[in-house]
């Protein structure tokens, strides 16, 4: 079992900036990597970026790259979403989760889910 708890959410103007954390207890050494994925009342969960452990690569949503960033400290269990020049469109809760199979962009490739964080931008 891998227990994730996000933190660092809130109330941000737009163009403003918020960092997300998540931190990763419990089997930790069973991921290779962790995403960040987003999710407003009445829509589908929605990939918004992803980090591997081994190699270092990053991946991003159209939407969000440029803006956000997704940085980790293994040695810590945690991994970071520094989030820049955001939008109203941006609202959302978001989660972080641990990284299992497949592809990255994909919800059904991660195995354990934190509760969630939310990020309100207002306009």
């Known amino acids: 079992q891998v227990q994730l708890v996000e933190s660092g959410g809130g109330l941000v103007q737009a163009g403003g900036s918020l960092r997300l954390s998540c931190a990763a207890s419990?089997?930790?050494?069973?991921?290779?990597?962790m995403g960040w994925f987003r999710q407003v009342p009445g829509k589908e969960r929605e990939f918004v970026a992803a980090?591997?452990?081994?190699?270092?690569?990053?991946y991003y949503a159209d939407s969000v790259k440029g803006r956000f960033s997704i940085t980790g400290d293994n040695a810590k269990n945690t991994v970071y979403l520094q989030m820049g020049s955001l939008k109203p469109e941006d609202t959302a809760k978001y989660y972080c989760?641990?990284?299992?199979?497949?592809?990255?962009?994909?919800?059904?490739?991660?195995?354990?889910w934190g509760q969630g964080t939310q990020v309100t931008v207002s306009s």
């Open positions: 989760a641990s990284y299992y199979i497949g592809s990255y962009w994909q919800s059904k490739g991660y195995n354990y």
């Open positions: 419990g089997r930790t050494f069973s991921t290779s990597g």
């Open positions: 980090i591997n452990w081994s190699a270092g690569n990053t």
